[in-house]
């Protein structure tokens, strides 16, 4: 019973340690810059953004942005240019803010799924002389990691999908609206083209009465 207590209580004191997610979704026209505050030294930050939709249906090619990553002190860090979706990873090698500015150069608003999550492994220095919780804190640390990157994964693909059923509505109209106006084009060819030969077919009937 000891040895049990002392695992459940290991495993509620990494619970709190559960770091949050920013996930938010802009809308933008030319330029939106998000912070998140990054609280320890060689954390990795798993990040995602997807350009969901934009403002004209009428566009064919699909809508971009760039997005620079800058550090606490200025520093660029990442610089990702004409994207319509990315996901990476880097190791902050500052604790502070960090900045995700996206810059949108087409004259439409975009709606923009941007999602953020910090990878923190805590060390527990009072366990740290027991050689048989090291295995375990290790074990759980991993585990709680591979939660998050699951967790991170299942909305990168959720917001994949959706941008991919908005994009196929888009098309769908566009063949709609196009075989609409091509069919009133034949048509009022056709009309035209009657109105014409009967306008011939009358002159000629006159011509010859005359």
């Known amino acids: 019973?000891?040895?049990?207590?002392v695992v459940l209580a290991l495993i509620l004191a990494l619970l709190p340690n559960v770091k949050p997610v920013l996930a938010?979704?802009?809308?933008?026209?030319?330029?939106?810059?998000?912070s998140y505050d990054v609280k320890y030294i060689g954390d990795t930050l798993l990040v995602s953004f997807v350009v969901v939709k934009y403002e004209s249906s009428w566009q064919k090619d699909q809508q971009v942005v760039d997005l620079v990553v800058k550090g606490p002190s200025g520093e660029q860090i990442i610089d990702f240019r004409d994207r319509v979706s990315e996901k990476?990873?880097?190791?902050?090698?500052?604790?502070?803010?960090?900045r995700f500015c996206f810059f949108n150069k087409s004259p439409y608003y975009e709606t923009i799924d941007f999602e953020?999550?910090?990878?923190?492994?805590?060390?527990?220095?009072?366990?740290?002389?027991?050689?048989?919780?090291?295995p375990l804190l290790e074990q759980i640390s991993k585990l709680e990691s591979a939660i998050h990157n699951i967790h991170f994964e299942q909305h990168?693909?959720?917001?994949?999908?959706?941008r991919q059923r908005i994009v196929t509505q888009a098309m769908s109209k566009r063949a709609v609206h196009k075989a609409f106006f091509e069919s009133a084009a034949l048509i009022g060819a056709c009309i035209l083209q009657v109105?014409?030969?009967?306008?011939?077919?009358?002159?000629?009937?006159?011509m010859s009465r005359v």
């Open 1 to 5: 019973m000891g040895s049990a207590a």
């Open 24 to 34: 938010i979704r802009i809308f933008m026209q030319s330029e939106e810059c998000l």
């Open 88 to 98: 990476f990873e880097f190791v902050s090698h500052e604790k502070g803010l960090h």
């Open 116 to 134: 953020v999550q910090e990878n923190h492994f805590t060390v527990y220095d009072e366990h740290a002389k027991d050689e048989h919780f090291n």
């Open 156 to 162: 990168w693909l959720i917001v994949e999908n959706e």
């Open 195 to 206: 109105y014409l030969l009967r306008r011939l077919f009358n002159r000629k009937l006159r």
